[in-house]
C-alpha cells in the first residue's frame, strides 16, 4: 500500500511539472539556488491580497528566458552577490484582478505604502495598471539583487512595486549608493540580454522573446 502512495504522489506531482506550455518551465529546475518570492502569492502586496492564478510559489519562466537569467546569477555570485526574484510568469486573469481593484475606487488599503502620490484612477494612466502585461507572455521577470552572505535585499532607493517617480529607473533624488545599485541590476540584466522597463527599477523583459505576442493564462500550480 505504502508503494502505491508513493507512486500516486510521484505521478501527481511529475503530471504538476508536466502541465506547462512547451517552451516553458520551473525555474528551479535551471537555478536551484535562486531566491524566489512571489508577492502575488501572499497579501504582501499593493491589493492586500492573494491575486489570481498565484497558488504556489514556483517562479515560471520561458526556457529561454531562465537560462538567460541563470547566466546573471552566477555572474553575481563573482561577486558574492545572488539574485531575488519577485515576480515572472503572471496568468493573464492576475492582470485581470489588478484591473478589477484598480477600479473599485473605494479600496485603498494599500494606498500610503504602495502608491501615496498618485491617485487610485491615475494608475490606468500613468501605466502603473494595464489590460496586457509582459509578464504573461513568459519572459519578463521583476527582481533585486541581495547580498550572498546576508540575503538582504540591495537599497535602490524605492520599495519593490511602488508606484511613482522614485521608482523611474533614472529618477534623481536618491543617494549615490542607491544610483550605483540600480545601474548595476541594469547593467548585468542587459549584459544577458534582457531590457528594463523605465518606470519600474525591479522590472526586465527578454529582449529576444520566443512569444511576444502571446499572452498566456495557465495557473501557478
Not at 502512495?5 to 504538476?16: G, K, L, M, R
Not at 512547451?22 to 524566489?36: E, M
Not at 494606498?111 to 509582459?134: C, H, N, T, W
Not at 547593467?187 to 499572452?215: A, C, S, V
Request: hydrophobic residues 40%.
Amino acid at each position: 500500500m505504502k508503494l502505491k502512495i508513493s507512486i500516486f504522489i510521484f505521478f501527481v506531482c511529475f503530471c504538476a511539472f508536466a502541465q506547462l506550455p512547451d517552451g516553458f518551465v520551473h525555474v528551479k529546475t535551471v537555478i536551484p539556488d535562486l531566491d524566489v518570492e512571489l508577492r502575488y502569492n501572499t497579501a504582501n502586496n499593493f491589493v492586500g491580497k492573494r491575486i489570481d492564478g498565484y497558488k504556489s510559489n514556483k517562479l515560471i519562466l520561458t526556457k529561454k528566458a531562465a537560462i538567460a537569467l541563470k547566466q546573471v546569477q552566477e555572474s553575481l555570485q563573482n561577486q558574492n552577490l545572488c539574485l531575488k526574484v519577485y515576480d515572472g510568469y503572471r496568468p493573464q486573469r492576475a492582470v485581470n484582478h489588478f484591473m478589477v481593484w484598480a477600479k473599485n475606487i473605494n479600496d485603498t488599503l494599500n494606498k500610503r505604502a504602495y502608491y501615496p502620490d498618485v491617485d487610485k484612477l491615475d494608475l490606468f494612466v500613468e501605466q502603473y495598471i494595464v489590460a496586457r502585461s509582459g509578464h504573461s507572455r513568459g519572459s519578463t521577470v521583476d527582481l533585486t539583487i541581495i547580498d550572498g552572505n546576508t540575503g538582504k535585499p540591495l537599497d535602490m532607493g524605492s520599495p519593490y512595486d511602488f508606484f511613482g517617480e522614485a521608482s523611474w529607473v533614472e529618477y534623481k533624488n536618491i543617494t549615490a549608493i542607491q544610483k550605483a545599485n540600480r545601474l548595476l541590476l541594469k547593467d548585468i540584466m542587459l549584459k544577458y540580454g534582457f531590457r528594463n522597463y523605465p518606470k519600474e527599477w525591479w522590472h526586465f523583459t527578454l529582449m529576444q522573446e520566443p512569444f511576444p505576442d502571446t499572452y498566456f493564462d495557465f495557473v501557478i500550480n
